[in-house]
C-alpha cells in the first residue's frame, strides 16, 4: 500500500474537462475584447484555444507577474486578496464577462474550486480602446439613428461646438504660477473671488488636512494646502459655475452630473491620499473633470427646439460624446495630458499604459468603490482583476475592502462634499 501511496504522490488531479476551439460565440459576450469587430473576433476564434485546470489547482499566485488576461469559461474560481477576503467567481455569472486577471501582477490569488475551463488573452488585445483615434468622435454602429448625435457629431466636427469658459480667478492663478510666484501673491489673486477664498479656508479646515490649528484666513489656507495643491483647489471650486443651466431639458442632468461628478472627486482624493502614489488635489480635480465632455453636448442640447431629442437619445449619446469632447475641453483650458488622458480613458477600466499608479488608474478605481458602494458590482469585474488595482502599494482590494474605505472616508468626504456643495 505504501508503494501504491508513493506511486501516485505528486501526481496532479485530473480534469473531467477538455481543451476545445472557442466559439464566436463566447467571444462576443467577454468585455472588452468582444469590440474588436466581426472579422477580428473570426479570426481569433480559429487559432484560440481554451485550456483546463483539474479542481483544487492554482491558477495563480498573488503578486506573481502576469503574461495574459484569463477569462474563466467553465467553473468556478475562488479568488484571495492580500487580506484573505476570498469571493467566488462563476462562470455563469455576469462578473466572468470580465478577466479573473489584467494588469501586471496578480492581485489575487486564484484556485479551482471545480474543474474549469478558461481563456488566455494578449494583454495588447485588451489595450483595444489604445488604437482608437481620440482626436474624432466615432459614432458605434448601434447609435447610428440616434438623431440627437447626428447632429452633436456634425457641429462637433465643424469646430462650433461652444467649450465653456474657466473663470477668470482660475485662469490668473495658473498662470501666475507658472511664474514661481509666492504665497502672498498668489492669496491676492485668490482674494479677488471672496467666495473661493471662503472656500479655500473651509476647506483647509475639514478632516481633508486634519490639524490642531485652525485656519483662519485664506494666507493659513493656501500655507497649509500648499500653492500647487490651492491652484487646483480653485479650479475644481470655479468649475460649479460651468455645471450650471436653468434650460428644463438639461438642468437635471447637470444638476445630477455636477453631484456624481463631486462623489467622485471626493473619492479620487480619498483613495490618492490613503495610497500615497498620486497628489491628492490632483486626483481630486481630476474627478471633477473626468466627465467634463458632458457639458457642451447638454448646452447644446439645451438650444435645440425640444422635438429634436428625447430623454433616451440625450442618455444613449452622453457616453458616446464625453471622453473626446472632454479631451477637447481641456486641451482648450491647457490642462496638462495627464488629465486629458483622464477624460479619455475614465470609464476604461483595463486602461493600463504605465507602470505606476496614474490620474486615470485613480479615477478608475474610485469609479469602481462607487459602483460597489451603490451596490451595483454584479455586471463589473472583480476589483482585484483590473490593472489600475495592481498597481497600488499600500491598499489591498476586495469588495469587502472597497467598502470598509468607503466607510472610513464616509466623515471625509461629508465634510469635502458640504465644502463643495455650499
Known sequence: MT??????????????LSREKVSLQTLKRLIPIRNLGEEK??????????????AGETLFELDSPTDAAIYLLQGVVTLADKNGKRQN??????EARFPLCSGTKHAASAVAKSDISYLRVSHKIMSINDAINHEELVIAEELKNNRLLQLFSQYFINETVEVPSLPNVAIRLRKALQKDIGVAEAVKIIQL???ISAKLIEVANCPLYLTLNPAKSCFDAVNRIGLNGARNLVVSFSLKQIFKNQAPAIKNYLDRLWRDSLNLSCLCYVLAQESGQQNPEEALLAGLVCDIGAIPFLNFVANLPAEYHDNEEIEQ???????????????????????????LHANDWYRNDSKELSLTDIVVL?????????????????ITSIPAASKLKNIALSPENSLHILHDAKHKINDALAAFSG
Not at 473576433?41 to 483539474?54: D, G, P, S, Y
Not at 469632447?325 to 490642462?335: R, S
Not at 474610485?366 to 472583480?382: D, T, V
Open 3 to 16: 508503494l501504491i501511496n508513493a506511486l501516485f504522490k505528486g501526481k496532479k488531479p485530473r480534469c473531467s
Open 89 to 94: 467567481i462563476d462562470a455563469d455569472s455576469a
Open 366 to 382: 474610485a469609479r469602481l468603490h462607487r459602483q460597489i458602494s451603490q451596490q451595483k458590482s454584479g455586471g463589473l469585474p472583480p
Open 41 to 54: 473576433l473570426q479570426a481569433f476564434a480559429l487559432e484560440k484555444q481554451t485550456e483546463v485546470l483539474a
Open 193 to 195: 473671488d471672496p467666495v
Open 317 to 343: 449619446a452622453l457616453p458616446a460624446v464625453k471622453g473626446v469632447v472632454g479631451a477637447t475641453v481641456l486641451k482648450n483650458w491647457h490642462f496638462a495630458d495627464e488629465f486629458i488622458d483622464v477624460a
